[in-house]
């Protein structure tokens, strides 16, 4: 198995590894992986194993990232690795997520493969998503340098869970991010994904004052566990103080997976609930997902509340922008369209 030395990392006294990549902070003794499964301690060096080892890959819809405000209506390459470093017992990927990394399913494409693969199905962008591709950075480094180059835009699926140096490498070359705010609760990150709640408002944040990068959120709403008007309140509060109204806003259904399949499915009231929430609070795009919902899909004008782009599942039915404003009122929508 092909191993590539890794970024963000140092040693530590008794021969472990301290991995730098994201808030876990793995120290990792000789021999053994991290958390991710895919960065290990090899005779006291860190490698990534998931370097030039995709999964696989398939053309999607951009919408399916989900992101409505980016490249509306184009498809998107799209491919991750085995592997993550959150472990969501709701995991909607976890054959992928909480696999190892072996030669028996995995592929081989270097950064100039994947480029060349976006170039030959004519996909405008490349996405890097189904596990979190946080733990492939050094991968996602050198894809998305490539892509930018040959004027092909590079995406991050995402649950934000990075280091704040190693945020400024991985992010280098992405043009676009959807982060999965799980949440927004500690005890809902600390006890369903083991991971912190606090790091991931901070990426966000990061992400929207200190880049260029175009970002949506994603929820994906849970029956008890995270669906309550209160908390969904206080994300749309949170993220009005601190990122603005114009981040679009997903809330999509949970469906009974991995270690949650004692749960029902989201019903479409509470989806609608939220979105309306989110509305009222100022949020001004906000979206349902993983249900058939043409109003909860279809883009408005926050200024005259035309239907601007309307969609069905994941299919743009019609796009009536004009160099992304309104065509009726001429208000600029926020977003990257063509």
Not at 18 to 28: D, F, G, N, V
Request: glycine share 6%; with cysteine.
């Amino acid at each position: 198995m092909k191993k590539v030395l890794a970024k963000w990392w140092e040693p530590t006294d008794n021969d472990r590894i301290l991995c730098t990549l994201c808030p876990r902070y793995c120290k990792i003794g000789e021999g053994q992986p991290g958390f991710c499964f895919i960065r290990q301690n090899h005779d006291g060096k860190l490698y990534t194993i998931g370097y030039g080892k995709p999964t696989g890959f398939a053309i999607d819809p951009i919408e399916k990232k989900p992101l409505n405000h980016f490249l509306p209506g184009t498809e998107i390459l799209s491919f991750g690795t085995a592997g993550c470093n959150l472990g969501c017992k709701f995991c909607q990927n976890w054959s992928m997520s909480k696999a190892k990394l072996d030669d028996s399913n995995s592929l081989n494409a270097s950064p100039e493969d994947v480029v060349k693969l976006a170039k030959q199905h004519g996909t405008p962008s490349i996405a890097f998503t189904y596990n979190d591709p946080t733990i492939f950075g050094e991968y996602v480094i050198d894809i998305s340098k490539v892509a930018r180059e040959e004027k092909i835009k590079s995406v991050m699926v995402t649950a934000g869970y990075i280091d704040k140096k190693a945020r400024k490498d991985v992010y280098k070359y992405i043009d676009a991010a959807n982060v999965d705010l799980k949440a927004f609760t500690e005890r809902f990150y600390h006890k369903l994904t083991f991971s912190h709640l606090d790091d991931v408002l901070d990426t966000l944040t990061w992400l929207k004052n200190e880049t260029d990068v175009w970002i949506e959120i994603t929820t994906l709403l849970i029956p008890d566990e995270n669906d309550s008007s209160e908390e969904i309140q206080k994300e749309c509060d949170w993220i009005l103080n601190n990122l603005g109204d114009s981040v679009p806003l997903h809330f999509t259904a949970f469906h009974p997976d991995f270690k949650m399949r004692d749960k029902d499915r989201t019903p479409e009231r509470t989806l609608t609930k939220a979105r309306k929430i989110a509305l009222s609070s100022g949020i001004k795009y906000c979206y349902v997902g993983n249900i058939h919902h043409t109003e909860g899909q279809t883009t408005y004008c926050a200024n005259c509340n035309e239907k601007l782009i309307k969609r069905n599942w994941h299919s743009v039915t019609s796009n009536i922008l004009i160099d992304g404003k309104c065509k009726k009122c001429g208000k600029v929508i926020d977003g990257v369209f063509n």
